[in-house]
């Protein structure tokens, strides 16, 4: 058996591995599949899962020592149950919050609680961060389509656009509109497919449809749970089987009960929580657009809400003089149609300046579609960009816009655009030029009016200088340059963003926000932040879950000296003060231009000198340097 001090050594170990694990994922499978083999050594069992409740189902979210079919969830399942630990046969389990379980068989429960504590508010952070990004994205993709159903001319045209909206949301393989006919007492479905007439009646007192608008309560069925409530009569006259079903009311703002909104067997699995929260916004939307087709205002301050719901969510923080400056270009460019190539090193924060942009704009009721160069191969770019048509290769099985067409009318936020291939270069070049795409495998010409934003953390002017990036193309998206400052020039905006970041983290826990005592402002105002906001952001999470006092002290901030600490032990204390000084700057040049991968202009500007100057430096140093124009 492990001494006790033993065994807090290894937990002590475990969390620090959890935690710079956090730091690289921001989905929760990636993260469990890393740490469940560290978490199963440091118990010391035969194998260990992650599960999570998802009515009226199990999903095993990771493993190690097992099969995913092998793990059982009867000790899961009372864990939650208790809201404790519990054990059957061999197998322990203790939950994790939010219908995650931790079970293990072969350890010790004082092991698998331990391990639970470390977990749970990391599997917290992550899930909360991953729903945080999905619920921006759907947020947008509703923005796309209700834009659409200003379109219809008519309510039949409407109710298609509303199920086809459905299907694509939710992953769904039909969706219909049951409106209600009070004075008939009927629920008329369209389009219901399958049918004469493509209508369907049914009493509104009948089945999972008659429920919802009874009640006026959403109802998902499927997977196990209230299968034989599903009409099978309606399954017999359209020759179509019904494995699980969603549906929610149709309500107006007054609260007047249009009728129900229905998604038919989900294609992957089976209908979640998250699935009905995005059908019932969505019904919200449909709701007011069918109570008056041809009067789209309602619609229209729904809209306008969910933009500024959206806008809400990007934030320019700090109050020093190069955001204010950055603050002041982007408000005074923002509603022109000017191409904008936005400049920063990593972290800066480039994607959160072209948001606000295209909310600032005339466009924020359009589509703000990114996209990342760099992680589109060479052979996917044109189809990715303007689209295909159905059969123009292998995969094409059906005709699909590209980014060009789902942002028209919006901006299109090109990012890495360094990264792109000089084939890629010229092709977006002449889309840029004519503002017409042609579809891969078509040949109608598409007309798109897009305001295009660019970003790169790359010297884009010595690329052209070096014959890696067009330079027609540079200047076409360089009408404008708007350079980000690195958040060491930031200045008091550094725990201006701090207290914003630890308020939203700890409003999450539940816990008070702790202050920043003046040392640690001192501290981080100090740093260097190599990672610039996001470096930052990962520090301010690690506080608001490791943190007990209502104060935030220097040894809190402890972890980020270890590059400093690492460049003081280097130098040779038995020097003399010139020798010293002049070791800690060859170090410190030395770990500058590692840091920015041998790119002499970025170290250059790093250190706050003309690249010639650091030249010069270095031979002053006595450091090996290659030639200046290389």
Not at 404 to 415: C, I
Request: with cysteine; proline share 4%.
């Amino acid at each position: 058996m492990p001494r006790a001090a033993d065994n807090a050594e290894l937990m002590g170990d475990f969390a620090k591995f959890v935690l710079d694990s956090m730091a690289e994922h921001d989905e929760l499978g990636p993260f469990l599949a890393q740490v469940l083999p560290e978490a199963r050594t440091v118990a010391g069992g035969s194998a260990m899962a992650v599960v999570r409740t998802n009515p009226p189902q199990w999903e095993v979210l990771a493993t190690s020592g097992a099969p995913a079919k092998l793990i059982p969830i009867v000790a899961a399942a009372e864990a939650i149950d208790r809201d404790g630990p519990a054990s059957a046969d061999d197998w322990l389990a203790t939950p994790l919050g939010g219908g995650y379980v931790l079970t293990g068989s072969g350890v010790l429960s004082s092991s698998l609680e331990g391990l639970a504590e470390i977990l749970a508010p990391a599997v917290s952070s992550i899930s909360t961060r991953y729903q945080r990004q999905r619920r921006i994205r759907r947020l947008e993709r509703l923005l796309e389509i209700t834009r659409h159903w200003e379109q219809a001319n008519s309510t039949e045209d409407l109710l298609k656009a509303m199920a086809k909206a459905a299907t694509e949301l939710l992953d769904a393989d039909r969706a219909s509109i049951f409106l209600w006919d009070k004075p008939n007492r009927q629920l008329v479905a369209r389009p219901a497919l399958g049918l004469q007439d493509n209508e369907l009646s049914i009493p509104d007192n009948s089945g999972i449809v008659g429920q919802v608008v009874q009640s006026l309560e959403p109802r998902r069925v499927g997977g196990g749970l209230g299968e034989d409530q599903i009409d099978r009569n309606v399954d017999k006259n359209t020759g179509y089987t019904t494995h699980n079903l969603l549906c929610v009311p149709l309500m107006t703002p007054a609260g007047r009960c249009l009728g129900a909104f229905e998604t038919l067997n989900k294609r992957n699995g089976h209908f979640s929580e998250e699935d009905e929260r995005g059908l019932v916004e969505l019904a919200v939307y449909a709701a007011v657009a069918l109570e008056n087709t041809q009067n789209f205002e309602d619609l229209l301050v729904k809209h306008q809400q969910l933009v500024q719901e959206a806008a809400a969510g990007v934030q320019i923080i700090g109050d020093s003089a190069p955001i204010e400056a950055v603050r002041s270009t982007v408000r005074r460019i923002a509603d022109t149609d000017l191409a904008i190539l936005i400049l920063g090193e990593n972290g800066t924060g480039k994607e959160v300046v072209a948001r606000s942009i295209h909310y600032l704009s005339r466009r924020r009721d359009q589509p703000f579609i990114a996209v990342n160069c760099a992680a589109i191969a060479e052979t996917l770019l044109e189809s990715e960009l303007f689209g295909h048509e159905k059969g123009a290769f292998t995969d094409a099985r059906e005709s699909r816009a590209g980014k060009f067409e789902l942002a028209s009318g919006g901006t299109l936020f090109l990012d890495e655009i360094g990264d792109m291939s000089l084939g890629g270069q010229a092709k977006l070049l002449r889309v840029l030029e004519d503002k017409t795409v042609v579809r891969v495998g078509g040949s109608r010409p598409i007309h798109t009016e897009v305001r295009i934003l660019a970003a790169t953390n790359q010297d884009l002017a010595a690329m052209v200088r070096q014959k890696k990036f067009r330079e027609d193309l540079f200047f076409r998206l360089n009408v404008v340059s708007l350079e980000l400052p690195p958040l060491r020039n930031r200045g008091d905006d550094v725990v201006q963003l701090a207290e914003f970041f630890l308020h939203g983290f700890c409003q999450h826990m539940g816990r008070r926000t702790p202050r920043f005592s003046a040392g640690a402002r001192r501290r981080m105002t100090q740093h260097a932040w190599p990672g610039n906001v996001r470096e930052l952001r990962n520090l301010c999470e690690r506080i608001a879950y490791l943190s007990s006092g209502d104060t935030v002290e220097v040894d809190d901030l402890a972890f980020i000296d270890a590059g400093a600490k690492e460049l003081a032990q280097s130098i040779d204390l038995d020097s003399t003060l010139a020798e010293a000084t002049r070791q800690f700057q060859e170090q410190y040049v030395r770990q500058t231009i590692d840091a920015v991968r041998g790119n002499m202009t970025a170290a250059a500007k790093r250190l706050g000198l003309h690249r010639s100057n650091l030249y010069r430096k270095m031979r002053q140093l006595g450091m090996p340097t290659s030639d200046e124009d290389e």
